[in-house]
C-alpha cells in the first residue's frame, strides 16, 4: 500500500524585520518546537518538515516556488506567529501551487495572567497577526483550511492529520495515468464526461487501449507465476471445492489467476494507479476480471466498472487518503433496496468487482455464470460487510463543473445469509433517512456508481474538493430537501 510517511508538509512561520533579533530568535525557536511536535505526533500521517520563518517578500516568494518544485512536499501550513504585513504575501501566494493550510494557533496556550506584559503581547499576537494572513487569501479568493486552536489541541492534531491524508491524495492524482480497456458502457451518461477538463482540473490522465493489449500480457503470463497465486488464494480465501485442484473448475481458477497477473504487469508496466474495463469490450478475454479487479483495489489501485475514469481515479485517491487506517475504499454500486417502512435501507454490490478491503473476515472464493458479457463463468470474492458509520461519494461531470457529492451512511450488518446472491454486499442506511437521502442524491445527480468509504469521513471529501477548487454537496444528518435544492441552485449560479 502507499507510505504516507514519504510526503512532507511545510511548516512555515511568517514575521517581519520589525521585532528585532531577539524576538524572531524566539519565534524560530517555537516554530522549531511546533513543527517537531507535529511530526512526531503518532497520528498525523505525514512528515511534517519544519521551514526557516520567512520575513519578507522574497523569502515568501522563494519558500512557495522551492514547495512547487519540490517532489515530495505535498502542501504548506501556514502559522503568522507575531505579525506579518500581508502584501508580502501576494507573489507568493499567486504561485503557489500546493495546497495551503492556515494553522490559527498560538504558542501558549494559556494567558500568563501575572507575568503577562506588552513583550508577550508583541511575541504571542497570531490573534491579529493571523487575521492579516487570511484577509490577503480571502482577497485573493485563495482555496485553503482553516484550522483553529492549541497545536497540541487533539481536534488540531486531527484535523491537521486529515487535511494530510487529502493533500496526499491530490498529490497523487497530479501526473497520474488511468487507463481504460475499452470505452463506456454504450448509451450511459453519468459515467462518462469531458476528459480533456478532467485532466486540467484534478491532474490526471485517462487513456484507452484496445483489450487486444491487455490479453496479449496475459497469454504471456507463465505457468510458475500462474501456480504461485494459486496457491495465494487458496491460503488466504474460503476456495470452493469446484475450484480446487481435484476439482472440475481449477482451470477456471488459474484462468482467473493469469488475468490477475496480466493486468498488474500491465499496470506496473504503465505506470498506472487505475483502470477501468466493461463487459461489452472483452475480445480474447476468457473472463470478466473479477477477483483480479477485487485483489488489485486490495492492493491500492484505482477501479470502476463499464469504463467509469471518473469513479476508478476517485477511489485511487480516496485509498491514498486512507492509507494505513482501519477499514477499506471500494468502488460500489447502489443496487438494490429493501422498502420495509420499519427498516428501509440499500444493498450496494456490483456484478463483482467490490474491494477485498472491505470484507468482514475471511472471503469465500467462487464462480459462478454472469448473465451479461458472454464469457466463462467468472471466479470472484464473496463476502459481507460490518456494520457502522460510513459514505458514499461520487463525481459527476455537470458540464461546466464537476461536482463532488457525499452521502454519510450507516452500514447495516447482514441478517440474512442471501445463499443465491455470490457478490461481495453492503446494507446501509443513508442518511438523514432513506427518502431525503435518495432524492437529494436523485436531485444532485449522484452516479450509481461510488467510491464506498469506511474510513474517510465527509471533513477528507470536503477538503479534497476545495484543493481541486469543485462543487462539494454533502447528504448528512441535517439535509432538507427544500435548502438542498437552493444550494444547488444558487451553485448553478456562482460556476456560471
Ligand atoms: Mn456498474
Known amino acids: 500500500m502507499i507510505d504516507l510517511k514519504t510526503f512532507e508538509v511545510w511548516f512555515v512561520t511568517g514575521s517581519q524585520h520589525l521585532y528585532g533579533e531577539e524576538t524572531l530568535k524566539k519565534v524560530a525557536g517555537h516554530s522549531q518546537q511546533i513543527a517537531k511536535s507535529l511530526n512526531d505526533d503518532k497520528q498525523i500521517a505525514v512528515r511534517i518538515v519544519f521551514k526557516p520563518t520567512v520575513k519578507s517578500t522574497e523569502e515568501i516568494y522563494a519558500v512557495c516556488q522551492e514547495a512547487n518544485t519540490t517532489k515530495n512536499c505535498i502542501g504548506i501550513i501556514a502559522w503568522m506567529h507575531t505579525f506579518s504585513p500581508a502584501k508580502m504575501w501576494i507573489g507568493g501566494l499567486k504561485i503557489l501551487q500546493k495546497p495551503i493550510m492556515h494553522l490559527h494557533t498560538q504558542f501558549n496556550r494559556d494567558i500568563p495572567w501575572n507575568s503577562i506584559d506588552m513583550d508577550f503581547m ?75 477538463e478532467a485532466e486540467l482540473k484534478f491532474g490526471y490522465s485517462v487513456n484507452t487501449h484496445g483489450i487486444g493489449d491487455l490479453v496479449k500480457v496475459i497469454n504471456e503470463i507463465s505457468d510458475k507465476e500462474t501456480d504461485q497465486l494459486v496457491a495465494e488464494y487458496v491460503e488466504k480465501y474460503a476456495v470452493v471445492a469446484t475450484l480446487q485442484k481435484s476439482g472440475a473448475q481449477y482451470n477456471s481458477l488459474r484462468e482467473a489467476a493469469k488475468i490477475e497477473l496480466g493486468l498488474f504487469a500491465f499496470l506496473k508496466d504503465g505506470n498506472f494507479k487505475g483502470f477501468t474495463d466493461t463487459f461489452e469490450d472483452l475480445h480474447g478475454m476468457v473472463q470478466l476480471p473479477g477477483i483480479a479487479a477485487q485483489r488489485l483495489m486490495g492492493h491500492g489501485y484505482g477501479f470502476a466498472g463499464e469504463g467509469d475514469w471518473k469513479t476508478a481515479a476517485l ?25 420495509d417502512p420499519q427498516n428501509q435501507m ?24 454472469l448473465g451479461i458479457g458472454g464469457k466463462a463463468d467468472p471466479v470472484r470474492l464473496v463476502f459481507n460487510v460490518a456494520g457502522g458509520p460510513a459514505l458514499n461519494a461520487s463525481v459527476i461531470d455537470m458540464g461546466n463543473r464537476f461536482r463532488l457529492l457525499v452521502n454519510e451512511v450507516e452500514a447495516v450488518a447482514p441478517e440474512h445469509d442471501l445463499p443465491k446472491l455470490p457478490v461481495a454486499r453492503v446494507l446501509w442506511k443513508p442518511y438523514p433517512d432513506m427518502k431525503t437521502g435518495c432524492a437529494a442524491w436523485i436531485l444532485a445527480g449522484g452516479a450509481h456508481h461510488t467510491c464506498y468509504s469506511q474510513n474517510l469521513t465527509a471533513a477528507h471529501l470536503e477538503d479534497f474538493a476545495e484543493m481541486a477548487g469543485i462543487e462539494y454537496v454533502l447528504i448528512d444528518k441535517d439535509t432538507k430537501i427544500h435548502q438542498l435544492k437552493k444550494e444547488l441552485r444558487w451553485s448553478e449560479v456562482y460556476y456560471k
Not at 482501519?326 to 433496496?337: L, V
Not at 470484507?359 to 472464493?365: Q, S
Open 122 to 196: 508583541n511575541l504571542n499576537q497570531s490573534a491579529h497577526g493571523d487575521r492579516e494572513f487570511g484577509f490577503i487569501m480571502s482577497r485573493m479568493r485563495l482555496n485553503r483550511k482553516v484550522v483553529v486552536g492549541h497545536w497540541q489541541d487533539e481536534e488540531v492534531l486531527s484535523q491537521i492529520n486529515a487535511w494530510s491524508r487529502v493533500a496526499a491524495g491530490w498529490h497523487d492524482w497530479q501526473g497520474a495515468k488511468f487507463v481504460r480497456f475499452g470505452d463506456n458502457m454504450r448509451f450511459v451518461a453519468v459515467t462518462d464526461g469531458d476528459k480533456v
Open 346 to 369: 440499500v444493498l450496494g454490490s456490483h456484478m463483482l468487482e467490490i474491494c477485498e478491503s472491505i470484507a468482514d473476515g475471511k472471503a469465500k472464493c467462487e464462480i459462478h455464470p
Open 315 to 339: 477511489v485511487r485517491a480516496m485509498k491514498v487518503m486512507g492509507s494505513g487506517l482501519k477499514g477499506g475504499n471500494s468502488f460500489m454500486e447502489d443496487y438494490t433496496y429493501h422498502f
